[in-house]
């Protein structure tokens, strides 16, 4: 028997999502749509409201994916 780790397959000690996030974290995040308590659990960087990780879009408050301004400009145009 080996205890728990990062890589078994179970939601167990402190991950965010089963194998990422939280002890697991930087080296194993979560990817957009698994849980995340915090930011820092996301391979994006971007924990939502709903406690889901996040891709970038023109209204999540963050200078990001060529926008000249927060969420406007470049893809998110006017």
């Known amino acids: 028997f080996s205890g728990p780790s990062c890589s078994d397959g179970i939601l167990n ?7 990422c996030g939280g002890p697991c974290a930087p080296g194993k995040t979560c990817e957009i749509g698994q849980h995340c308590n ?15 990780c996040d891709g970038p879009s023109c209204s999540d408050g963050i200078l990001n994916q060529g926008e000249a301004d927060v969420d406007c400009g470049g893809p998110c145009a006017p």
Not at 13 to 19: K, L, T
Not at 38 to 52: A, E
């Open 13 to 19: 000690q402190g991950e965010a999502d089963v194998d």
């Open 38 to 52: 915090v930011s820092t659990d996301c391979t994006s960087g971007m924990c939502n409201s709903s406690n889901q």
